[in-house]
């Protein structure tokens, strides 16, 4: 049965505006592993020093190879323009020693109201052209004990959560204020925190890596772009228990990004918000499979972190086993102030929904509702709809039964 959407009175068509400038401004092409330096062999101890040493002597434009073996480490920094190749079958451990991470408050491993406490297990830092490739495994090591009490770093985010606090605990890879940086093939697992975090960031390519954190974890959200643009995220398979992929704009606008033929097995799915005050833009998520998840496609702020989030289109997307396929919300966690959120231009386009579940559209107010377009979107019955200050058009068709899978999504 097709059904007509016409939310409030004498509502046009919202016409795709800036759908050509909707995703990364840059020719993004599968990456190529740059020619090694140096060589490394696991000792089987600690090789922080190691391995910082040969960063901190390669030539540009090169990269620092672990070869063989399981190295373990504390926090590293890749240089600019260098960057680290972890050879199949390598794994790159973080040696889970809050002390190790602290940056010299000694607060790294506890609990408090800031939760900035500790350095990133891999830090690339107002860096151009630097990056992290190969076939190998980067393990956080989240489910290892971090003291004399046997908390483990996931054990100290959940704690945290539940008492309204913050953890203080090391992310696994943090990229800040750098241009055109680049993940390739990577296995990333067990994170303590989020597992890539990038801020102002001009230029990331994240392509063909994959993200599994186990359900214990809890904060653990998959790839975190915090006011970056021109970022790309390609062919990569995500399981995690938070955010899938994150976008916010809290110190910067976070604008021309684009993610595709992208797979999550499990988490919240694709997240724009909380914090929007400097806007996002021109975003698509294109050719996507998302199973198994709290959130399939979301948009979440309010009116203390508000802003405008512009140009956003969803297209070619299948989603299976999502409590809130799509969730747009500008009322999350009830928190108010007087910075009024603005969506418009949020364009859904050959969305199939195979599983029954809940589609939320919560606007501020009448005056400024949420702006979206529907086009050829499939849903299963007995799904339920939730609308609110909200203006779109489009349809839907109800007729996905209980034996749809996303497999014909296969990229």
């Given at each position: 049965?097709?059904?007509?959407?016409?939310?409030?009175?004498?509502?046009?068509?919202?016409?795709?505006?800036?759908?050509?400038?909707?995703?990364?401004?840059?020719?993004?092409?599968?990456?190529?592993?740059?020619?090694?330096?140096?060589?490394?062999?696991?000792?089987?101890?600690?090789?922080?020093?190691?391995?910082?040493?040969?960063?901190?002597?390669?030539?540009?434009?090169k990269?620092?190879?672990?070869?063989?073996?399981?190295?373990?480490?504390?926090?590293?920094?890749?240089?600019?323009?260098?960057?680290?190749?972890?050879?199949?079958?390598?794994?790159?451990?973080?040696?889970?020693?809050?002390?190790?991470?602290?940056?010299?408050?000694r607060?790294?491993?506890?609990?408090?109201?800031?939760?900035?406490?500790?350095?990133?297990?891999?830090?690339?830092k107002?860096?151009?052209?630097?990056?992290?490739?190969?076939?190998?495994?980067?393990?956080?090591?989240?489910?290892a004990?971090?003291?004399?009490?046997?908390?483990?770093?996931?054990?100290?985010?959940?704690?945290?959560?539940?008492?309204?606090?913050?953890?203080?605990?090391?992310?696994?890879?943090?990229?800040?204020?750098?241009?055109?940086?680049?993940?390739?093939?990577?296995?990333?697992?067990?994170?303590?925190?989020?597992?890539?975090?990038?801020?102002?960031?001009?230029?990331?390519?994240?392509?063909?890596?994959t993200?599994?954190?186990?359900?214990?974890?809890?904060?653990?959200?998959?790839?975190?772009?915090?006011?970056?643009?021109?970022?790309?995220?390609?062919?990569?398979?995500?399981?995690?228990?938070?955010?899938?992929?994150?976008?916010?704009?809290?110190?910067?606008?976070?604008?021309?990004?684009?993610?595709?033929?992208?797979?999550?097995?499990?988490?919240?799915?694709?997240?724009?918000?909380s914090?929007?005050?400097?806007?996002?833009?021109?975003?698509?998520?294109?050719?996507?499979?998302?199973?198994?998840?709290?959130s399939?496609?979301?948009i979440?702020?309010?009116?203390?972190?508000?802003?405008?989030?512009?140009?956003?289109?969803?297209?070619?997307?299948?989603?299976?086993?999502?409590?809130?396929?799509?969730?747009?919300?500008m009322?999350?966690?009830?928190?108010?102030?007087?910075?009024?959120?603005?969506?418009?231009?949020?364009?859904?386009?050959?969305?199939?929904?195979?599983?029954?579940?809940?589609?939320?559209?919560?606007?501020?107010?009448?005056?400024?509702?949420?702006?979206a377009?529907?086009?050829?979107?499939?849903?299963?019955?007995?799904?339920?709809?939730?609308?609110?200050?909200?203006?779109?058009?489009?349809?839907?068709?109800?007729?996905?039964?209980?034996?749809?899978?996303?497999?014909?999504?296969?990229?």
């Amino acid at each position: 049965m097709q059904q007509q959407l016409v939310f409030l009175v004498a509502i046009a068509l919202l016409a795709l505006v800036h759908v050509g400038t909707a995703r990364d401004l840059r020719k993004v092409v599968e990456p190529k592993n740059p020619p090694t330096c140096t060589s490394l062999k696991a000792t089987g101890g600690d090789d922080t020093k190691a391995i910082q040493k040969a960063l901190d002597s390669c030539a540009k434009g090169k990269a620092v190879t672990l070869a063989a073996g399981v190295f373990y480490s504390g926090p590293l920094t890749i240089p600019s323009g260098v960057s680290l190749l972890l050879d199949t079958g390598v794994a790159l451990r973080a040696i889970p020693k809050p002390a190790l991470y602290d940056k010299g408050r000694r607060t790294c491993g506890t609990i408090d109201d800031s939760g900035d406490g500790c350095k990133s297990f891999i830090t690339i830092k107002g860096a151009k052209g630097s990056g992290i490739y190969g076939t190998g495994t980067i393990d956080g090591e989240g489910g290892a004990r971090i003291n004399a009490r046997n908390l483990t770093w996931f054990k100290l985010n959940k704690v945290a959560s539940g008492r309204g606090r913050k953890t203080n605990s090391p992310m696994l890879i943090e990229i800040s204020n750098s241009e055109d940086i680049t993940l390739y093939k990577i296995t990333l697992v067990r994170s303590p925190f989020y597992h890539v975090y990038t801020s102002e960031t001009n230029g990331l390519t994240v392509w063909g890596i994959t993200i599994n954190s186990p359900t214990a974890s809890v904060s653990s959200d998959g790839i975190f772009s915090a006011g970056s643009q021109n970022v790309t995220v390609s062919r990569c398979r995500i399981n995690t228990k938070d955010d899938n992929i994150g976008i916010s704009a809290l110190t910067a606008p976070s604008r021309y990004i684009s993610v595709y033929e992208t797979h999550f097995g499990r988490g919240n799915g694709l997240a724009i918000g909380s914090r929007i005050i400097h806007g996002v833009s021109n975003v698509t998520f294109s050719n996507m499979t998302l199973n198994a998840l709290s959130s399939g496609m979301r948009i979440k702020t309010n009116t203390l972190n508000g802003g405008v989030v512009a140009n956003i289109v969803y297209e070619n997307i299948c989603v299976y086993r999502a409590r809130f396929p799509i969730f747009l919300d500008m009322y999350y966690h009830g928190l108010t102030g007087d910075r009024k959120p603005e969506f418009k231009n949020i364009a859904f386009k050959n969305i199939q929904v195979g599983s029954a579940g809940q589609f939320i559209f919560r606007g501020v107010n009448e005056n400024d509702p949420i702006k979206a377009t529907i086009n050829d979107m499939r849903i299963t019955l007995n799904s339920t709809w939730s609308i609110a200050n909200t203006q779109f058009s489009g349809n839907w068709v109800t007729n996905i039964g209980k034996a749809f899978s996303c497999k014909h999504f296969k990229f």
